[in-house]
């Protein structure tokens, strides 16, 4: 009788490791770990190299960074138009001004 209990997947990685019987799970794993890397350029170029050669053989994965790029999208342009009012600006400017308090 073996007592090891087989770790749950997040449902994104179940749903991918379902999906993508020609890729390498780990490569799926993996890909989705560095999602916010990769959106936001954080990766290394050859860290960035292999998740893109992932998302061209893997439809799952891709379809999944496809619809989180373009939700950053939509929210970053939705902000572009938004600005803190000008006395909170201020006051924040006085907070960044001051030494550090010692605890």
Known sequence: MNDEVEPKLPAELLAAKLQCDSVDFYSCEEAIKRLNEYLDHELNESERTVV???????????????????????????????????PLKERLKGLLRQPPKDE
Not at 66 to 82: A, D, H, P
């Open 52 to 86: 893109i050669k992932h998302l061209e053989i893997c439809k799952p994965c891709l379809s999944r960074f496809t619809f989180e790029q373009n939700l950053i999208v939509s929210i970053r342009q939705k902000l572009c138009g938004m600005a803190a009012p000008q």
